[in-house]
């Protein structure tokens, strides 16, 4: 059966000796190169396609579900930060979700976070089920939310802010959800318009085999 090779495709050299011995779900991910596949390299990639991205992410399921997930999860927070028109919060990040220093998550379901206008900024509320990655060391978190003025978008928050907490998950499942009780939401953490998520669309199709089974937001296949 083909492996995955150290750069995240497919190939003669596997790795998957280091995929089962490696700590964490996230660890596995990195050691299987998969999170710079079809990155640009002058953002850090190592080059490859969607399509190389989604052969090797359908291996990566069927050899290790739980990583999968986590792929589903940090890949697509870094294609955000790709797209994103917010050049200080991708050169910020951008680095850290590569490298796997910094966990970061999606919410494969749920509504947009609601959105409370203090004069002074915004307080984010709302709850997602179901989210991957969510390591006890700290993640980020691209989420949608709905301001109070009508406009849509994603936004990028820390797990660390005030508001923020990961609820244990049921009895019998590897997922958490996350509860937002009036987050504060600083303008420079804004990645975009609701647009984004036509931007991250490809990538999500790439990843379908590993995306959490709970009702889909718009960015991939249902």
Known sequence: MAMLTDTGLLGTAPVVNALQASRSPLQRVVDSGLLRCAVPRHLGGNGGGLDDLAHAAGLLQRQDPAAAAVLWAQRLAIEALVQTA???????????????????????????????????????????????????????????????????????????????????????????SLRLNRVFFREDEWLGAHGLADLLAPVAEALAPCRPRTPALNIGTP
């Open 86 to 176: 917010n050049v200080g919060l991708r050169e910020f990040w951008l680095p850290d979700f590569l490298s796997g220093t910094r966990a970061a998550t999606l919410p494969p379901g749920g509504r947009e976070l609601a959105a409370e206008n203090t004069g002074r900024g915004w307080l984010l509320s709302g709850v997602f089920h179901g989210v991957p990655n969510l390591p006890w060391e700290g993640f980020s978190l691209v989420a949608p939310v709905r301001l109070g003025d009508g406009n849509a978008g994603w936004v990028l928050l820390r797990s660390e802010e005030d508001g923020l907490s990961v609820l244990p998950p049921p009895l019998g499942h590897a997922l958490a």
